[in-house]
C-alpha cells in the first residue's frame, strides 16, 4: 500500500477533510469510518474533463463544415451542435435508445438545420467522425489520477456509472488509461435506463455486489449523480469543476473542484496509517 497520498498536495483545499470525515461519520458509521466496500464513479466530467475534449473536437467538425459548404458561420455550428447536444441528453433515458451513431447524426443534423443547412448522409458521416477524432485525441492519460485511483482500488473495488454509450465510455477509459482500475462499466443505454433513475445506481451495486448504502458515488452532475445516488440509497459526493456551480444542495454533501481532490481526501481518511518504527 502507498501512503503518499496522506500528504495534502498543494492545491487541495484545507477544509474539506473534516467536512468528508463528519459526513461519512453520519453515513457509513461511527470514527474511524468503516471501511468503504465500493465505490463508484461517473465518467463524463468527473474521471475526464469531456467538456473540453467534445469543444475541441465540434471546433474541428465546425471547421470541416465551412469547407463543405460556404453557408456555414463554424461559430454559429458550434453554438447550434451545443444547444442540440443539451436538447438531446436534457432528456438522458431517451437519449441512449438507438446506437451511438444514429445519436451522433442527430445531434448534429439538428445543429446544421438550425442554421440552415442540410448535409447528405456521406458528409455528415465525415462530421461525425471529425468530431469523434479529434474529442479522443483531447484525451490523454493522468498520472496522478492513475496514481490516486491504484491506491483507491487497493481499499475497494471501483465501477464507473454512466448515461453513455458503452463502446464511447470504454474508448474514452481506454485513452485515460483508466480501464485496468474498473471492476465494472455500468451503462445506462445497456439496460434502458439513465441516471437520476435510482435503477442504474442498484445495478452498479449489484455488480460490485455490495448494499447501495455501502457504497459512495461520485460524480459531476447535482441531479443526476448527487440526487440519483441519494434516491438509490448510495452516498454522493459531488465534482464541481466550474467555481461558480451552485446547487440547494444540504450543506453535508461534500462537494470538490476535481476528483483529484475528492480521491486524495478519501485516502487520507481509509488508507492504513504506516507501520511506527522502533526506536530500540
Not at 453513455?164 to 485515460?176: F, N, P
Request: hydrophobic share 40%.
Amino acid at each position: 500500500m502507498l501512503t503518499t497520498s496522506c500528504t495534502l498536495a498543494h492545491d487541495q483545499p484545507t477544509d474539506t477533510l473534516p467536512v468528508l470525515a463528519t459526513y461519512l461519520h453520519t453515513r457509513l458509521g461511527t470514527p474511524p469510518p468503516r471501511p468503504l466496500a465500493a465505490i463508484s464513479l461517473d465518467l463524463d466530467d468527473t474521471l475526464i474533463d469531456t467538456g473540453a475534449s467534445l469543444a475541441h473536437g465540434v471546433r474541428a467538425a465546425a471547421q470541416l463544415a465551412a469547407t463543405l459548404t460556404s453557408r456555414v458561420d463554424p461559430g454559429a455550428l458550434i453554438d447550434a451542435y451545443h444547444a442540440a447536444f443539451a436538447a438531446h441528453w436534457r432528456h438522458p433515458a431517451a437519449a441512449g435508445t438507438g446506437g451511438l451513431q444514429d445519436l451522433r447524426r442527430r445531434v448534429w443534423r439538428t445543429a446544421l438545420r438550425s442554421v440552415g443547412v442540410t448535409l447528405d448522409t456521406s458528409d455528415l458521416d465525415r462530421l461525425v467522425r471529425t468530431c469523434v477524432a479529434a474529442q479522443l485525441a483531447m484525451i490523454a492519460p493522468d498520472p496522478e489520477l492513475r496514481s490516486l485511483l491504484r491506491e483507491l482500488t487497493d481499499l475497494a473495488p471501483v465501477a464507473v456509472c454512466s448515461n453513455g454509450h458503452r463502446s464511447s465510455v470504454q474508448r474514452k477509459l481506454d485513452k485515460a488509461a483508466l480501464t485496468e482500475f474498473v471492476t465494472a462499466i455500468i451503462c445506462g443505454p445497456d439496460i434502458g435506463l439513465a441516471k437520476p433513475d435510482p435503477g442504474l445506481f442498484h445495478a452498479c451495486s449489484r455488480a460490485l455486489n455490495v448494499d447501495p448504502a455501502r457504497c459512495l458515488h461520485i460524480g459531476d452532475s447535482w441531479h443526476a449523480d448527487v440526487q440519483g445516488a441519494l434516491a438509490a440509497g448510495m452516498v454522493p459526493i459531488w465534482i464541481t469543476r466550474q467555481p461558480a456551480a451552485t446547487a440547494p444542495r444540504p450543506p453535508t454533501v461534500p462537494s470538490y473542484p476535481t476528483v483529484t481532490h475528492a480521491i486524495r481526501d478519501l485516502l487520507q481518511l481509509f488508507s492504513p496509517a504506516p507501520p511506527e518504527r522502533s526506536c530500540g
